[in-house]
């Protein structure tokens, strides 16, 4: 994967995080699965951004650690 694809997904978890704010459909007294909409938002997102980073570190080049010396 290269550089630039390995920053847009890193960014789409750290932009919906800071988005939250401003999106009405998470800022309102409804709940989701019976906790507020924000909550839900925010567990959803650790949970992308777990898969984000799996994805560039399963994706991503490695170097070969076998002979450093």
Request: with cysteine; hydrophobic share 55%.
């Amino acid at each position: 994967m290269t550089p630039p694809m390995r920053y847009a997904v890193a960014a789409v978890p750290a932009v919906a995080f800071f988005a939250t704010p401003f999106l009405p459909f998470v800022n309102t007294t409804r709940l989701w699965l019976g906790m507020p909409a924000a909550v839900v938002w925010g567990v959803l997102w650790t949970i992308g951004t777990t898969a984000a980073l799996g994805l560039i570190d399963c994706f991503g080049t490695h170097q070969d650690e076998g002979d450093a010396a």
